[in-house]
């Protein structure tokens, strides 16, 4: 559906993305699945040498000096392999984000370089075990002494916790149980070593292979040179942060519902039933023709979410833009990979194809990174705050009726 929008280099950047997914070892993929990988480490160094990783960051520190418009055109491709290396491949571009950002130039040189080459991994350790979506209830607390906070806590459903050289951890630093939650957290970069383990991996529905565990911080003791940001401001880094968690999400969502579609379009070329190919049954082109259509209207909205942050847009624009992205396509996703599964029928439920492994990939990608059901609260509440707000600019069509001026009957209490 972009085809026509990209431009040369876009294209140019697509046949880098595609030529790095052709590498990637189908063994790779079906021992992720099988849980016998517990971090796909090489792949990600792969990527990196290849100069795919953090595509917007400053070539100084090893990105490209890209624009979203161009990123989510690479994480498309790369989604196609499914969530698992896909949130390898995309995980330096959120927690590069933080550092970027918000980092000094000694943090920076330490980590964001490093992360760029594929040298080192980088987790998020965000959720924590009392829940997800509230995020500013976290329990994990940062105490200062001297020059270094003690970390204490724990994190859960932290994916690469089993290789991470470094995590990206959010504390309470404010002690004052009636301090503003928003006002009372830190943002860390905390090296894995003493007082930093990895209690627990998952065993997960799908997305396996990504060291996805359960992260405990038993005093560990952090530097205060390793803090992100000043003392209780990581509120602003966190809404900074749902951009590149959401973008990604939604860029990588339309890559596995395009996996899923053409491995559908094939088999329906093929298969026959009732003495001819069932893609002639409408019951089955149908499918297609909706997965088509969902797929490019996502990509419609996420290249415009895409196109709103590289603008600069008004925050509160971009805040609804990148939610909608998220949400619509990852229930495409999912929608997309569950008609595939109608389409090839019985077989498809088995292992002879991939997409049993795809839809239970794509069940996840619609609850982390802010549920569904979160997204649908920033997008009406930006809404609401955009319609309401005075637009002399704007026509109001409410004047339109032929009884409009019969404000006695407009009751409202």
């Known amino acids: ?170 504390a309470r630093t404010n002690p004052d149980p009636d301090a503003p939650p928003h006002r009372s957290i830190s943002a860390f970069i905390v090296e894995r070593g003493p007082g930093v383990e990895v209690e627990y991996l998952y065993g997960l529905l799908g997305t396996r292979g990504g060291g996805t565990g359960r992260l405990v911080f038993r005093d560990a003791r952090v530097p205060v040179e390793n803090r992100l940001g000043p003392e209780n401001g990581a509120a602003e880094i966190f809404y900074r942060m749902m951009i590149p968690e959401r973008m990604t999400s939604a860029a990588g969502a339309i890559g596995m519902g395009r996996a899923a579609l053409e491995v559908a379009a094939r088999y329906s070329d093929r298969r026959k039933a009732f003495g001819q190919k069932i893609r002639r049954f409408e019951g089955v082109s149908f499918k297609i023709a909706d997965s088509i259509t969902l797929l490019d209207a996502a990509r419609g909205l996420v290249y415009g979410a895409a196109r709103s942050i590289d603008a600069e847009d008004d925050p509160g624009r971009c805040r609804r833009l990148v939610s909608e992205a998220k949400k619509f396509a990852t229930d495409v996703a999912w929608q997309v990979v569950n008609h595939a599964m109608q389409i090839l029928g019985g077989i498809g439920y088995t292992n002879v194809y991939p997409i049993e492994r795809l839809l239970r990939d794509t069940r996840l990608i619609m609850i982390w990174t802010g549920t569904n059901e979160i997204m649908n609260l920033i997008i009406q509440h930006e809404y609401y705050k955009e319609v309401l707000a005075p637009r002399p600019e704007v026509r109001d069509p409410e004047a339109d009726a032929p009884e409009a001026e019969r404000v006695e009957e407009k009751v409202y209490e």
């Open 1 to 170: 559906m972009l085809e026509g929008l990209l431009t040369e280099a876009q294209r140019a950047l697509r046949e880098e993305a595609r030529a790095f997914v052709r590498w990637v070892p189908r063994q790779l993929i079906l021992d992720m699945d099988a849980d016998r990988v517990k971090y796909p480490r090489e792949f990600v160094r792969e990527a990196g040498r290849r100069n795919l990783l953090g595509l917007r960051f400053p070539p100084e520190y090893g990105g490209r000096g890209l624009r979203w418009e161009d990123e989510i055109v690479a994480i498309e491709e790369v989604g196609t392999l499914g969530t698992a290396l896909a949130c390898a491949y995309v995980m330096p571009s959120i927690v590069g984000e933080a550092l970027h950002a918000f980092g000094t130039p000694e943090q920076k040189e330490r980590w964001l370089r490093p992360l760029l080459t594929g040298e080192k991994i980088a987790a998020e350790a965000l959720t924590e075990p009392r829940g997800g979506s509230d995020f500013f209830g976290t329990t994990t607390e940062a105490r200062r002494e001297g020059n270094h906070y003690v970390l204490r806590g724990q994190k859960r459903f932290i994916v690469g916790a089993a290789e991470a050289d470094f995590f990206l951890v959010y």
